[in-house]
């Protein structure tokens, strides 16, 4: 069974961070990208970052770049969302996913960035 499980959010004040986790299990993880999405009430879910299999190459959203850092361990099946800087406009909910065709949902982690 394909899963996946996020954790790590919580409410914080901008300029403050975050480090998300993600375990995934039920599928070859290490053959595939993974990715962190969001999910706001303005702009619905949106692609914050992904990354290969080796780690290498990473790619980010324009909103987030130079402030998020995505990160893979491959011997854990796990994924990470460094978030620095954090916005208001950062908040929502968060998930992890593998990028393939009709990957399920997992529930995510709600990361509030208030003051």
């Known amino acids: 069974q394909v899963q996946f499980v996020e954790s790590g959010g919580g409410l914080v004040q901008p300029g403050g961070s975050l480090r998300l986790s993600c375990v995934a299990s039920?599928?070859?993880?290490?053959?595939?990208?993974m990715a962190w999405y969001r999910e706001s009430p303005g702009k619905g879910r949106e692609l914050v970052a992904s990354?290969?299999?080796?780690?290498?190459?990473?790619e980010y959203d324009d909103d987030v770049a130079g402030r998020f850092t995505i990160a893979r361990d491959n011997t854990k099946n796990m994924l990470f969302l460094q978030m620095d800087s954090l916005k208001y406009e950062d908040t929502g909910v968060y998930y992890c996913?593998?990028?393939?065709?009709?990957?399920?949902w997992g529930q995510g982690t709600q990361v509030t960035v208030a003051s």
């Open positions: 039920g599928f070859s993880f290490s053959r595939f990208d």
């Open positions: 990354i290969s299999p080796t780690g290498s190459p990473s």
């Open positions: 996913m593998a990028r393939y065709h009709g990957a399920p």
